[in-house]
């Protein structure tokens, strides 16, 4: 049971252009959301969140949005660059119970920026 | 600021030998988790502590997988005996609790391939 989904396995994005990246998730008790992003031997690395009371959150040429009637959120990078090409996770954090805290991986896009 | 700090990074060794992976967290965060990334099943987490205690290690595959916090600097995955289809990488990730919504931060991960 895949609670977060990331069902684009890849994307391609022409530098300076817009890259789009998705998120689909099925848990209602998801509350707070995350984009991570992670380079090859690297650990993931935390690039923007969201709390679920918010639908949008920006943070430089990264915005994150959040339709919650939807479940489903997106991250937008604007303008694309080509060190921007990585792996990148939507995460999820459960709000309740024994659960409280923790975060459920979605299965990662692999963006690439062509210059 | 020193970040996560895993060791070994790698480790190649034969089944049915004992593995000890190592994690220091960021100085302060109060959470540890241990995840493990495979090409099947993604990041999935396997335990987590909080202030040195196992809250939820509902993840840990079998009986073989044991894992310890003994202070708050320190903490151990181990597996024993290890098996092929343990081989994976295996991330820590720290968080602190001060304040709302925290992000885990990640160490560079450990690959593990059992032979």
């Known amino acids: 049971d895949q609670q977060v989904k990331q069902n684009s396995p890849s994307l391609s994005v022409q530098e300076g252009r817009i890259s789009i990246l998705n998120c689909d998730y099925t848990n209602s008790m998801f509350d707070y959301f995350l984009w991570y992003k992670k380079y090859p031997a690297e650990g993931p690395t935390f690039l923007i969140s969201?709390?679920?009371?918010?639908d949008k959150n920006e943070d430089g040429r990264f915005t994150v949005f959040l339709n919650k009637s939807a479940k489903h959120l997106s991250l937008h990078i604007v303008p694309s660059q080509p060190g921007d090409s990585a792996v990148y996770f939507c995460?999820?954090?459960?709000?309740?119970?024994?659960?409280?805290?923790?975060?459920?991986f979605g299965q990662g896009t692999i963006l690439t920026v062509h210059p | 600021d020193a970040g996560v700090i895993q060791s070994p990074r790698h480790e190649v060794t034969e089944m049915g030998q004992e593995v000890t992976l190592r994690c220091k967290p960021i100085s302060g965060h109060n959470s540890l988790f241990w995840y493990r990334q495979t090409m099947m099943r993604g990041l999935e987490l396997l335990i987590y502590f909080n202030n040195n205690v196992p809250i939820d290690d509902s993840g840990m595959p079998e009986d073989r997988f044991s894992a310890k916090m003994p202070n708050a600097s320190f903490s151990t995955l181990k597996i024993q005996p290890s098996e092929p289809r343990d081989s994976a990488v295996y991330f820590c990730?720290?968080?602190?609790?001060?304040?709302?919504?925290?992000?885990?931060?990640f160490g560079d991960g450990t690959r593990l391939s059992i032979l």
């Open positions: 995460a999820a954090r459960n709000a309740g119970g024994t659960s409280y805290g923790k975060l459920t």
């Open positions: 990730a720290s968080r602190s609790e001060q304040g709302v919504n925290q992000p885990q931060h």
């Open positions: 969201i709390s679920s009371i918010k």
